[in-house]
């Protein structure tokens, strides 16, 4: 199983950013997805989670800014980035719980993608 994340980059404060996970190989059901960041110096802390059923929730400084959604067909799930400050500037990662098609049970990480807001 592995997550691909994409859709970082470098933007103004203000401006928006999407970005991607995409969960592949052999996977019987993909549980919860979600993003986390960490900035330079900080921990790593959890932006916005999903459950499978579409539950979500965010961390308080991007609730009204950042929608994290799935398309459960393509094992996907988006982070949209909109109001940007430069506080978010972070490396972002994915992580999901995913039953393999062996139906083993996994905790799974993306590759980090880079966010930089600039003011």
Same mark, same amino acid.
């Given at each position: 199983?592995?997550?691909?994340?994409?859709?970082?980059?470098?933007? &103004? /404060?203000? $401006?928006?950013? =999407?970005?991607?996970? !995409?969960? +592949?190989? @052999?996977?019987?059901?993909? #549980?919860?997805?979600?993003?986390?960041? &960490? /900035?330079? $110096?900080?921990? =790593?802390?959890?932006? !916005?989670? +999903?459950? @499978?059923?579409?539950?979500? #929730?965010?961390?308080?400084?991007?609730?009204?800014?950042?929608?994290?959604? =799935?398309?459960?067909?393509?094992?996907?799930?988006?982070?949209?980035?909109?109001?940007?400050?430069?506080?978010?500037?972070?490396?972002?990662?994915?992580?999901?719980?995913?039953?393999?098609?062996?139906?083993?049970?996994?905790?799974?990480?993306?590759?980090?993608?880079?966010?930089?807001?600039?003011?």
């Amino acid at each position: 199983v592995q997550l691909q994340a994409s859709g970082g980059g470098l933007v &103004q /404060a203000g $401006g928006s950013l =999407r970005l991607s996970c !995409a969960a +592949s190989g @052999s996977i019987f059901a993909v #549980n919860g997805m979600a993003w986390y960041r &960490q /900035a330079p $110096g900080k921990q =790593r802390e959890v932006v !916005a989670s +999903s459950s @499978s059923s579409g539950i979500t #929730n965010y961390e308080d400084s991007v609730k009204g800014r950042f929608t994290i959604s =799935r398309d459960n067909a393509k094992r996907t799930a988006y982070l949209q980035m909109d109001s940007l400050k430069p506080d978010d500037t972070a490396v972002y990662s994915c992580n999901a719980d995913v039953i393999s098609g062996g139906r083993n049970y996994g905790n799974y990480w993306g590759q980090g993608t880079l966010v930089t807001v600039s003011s």
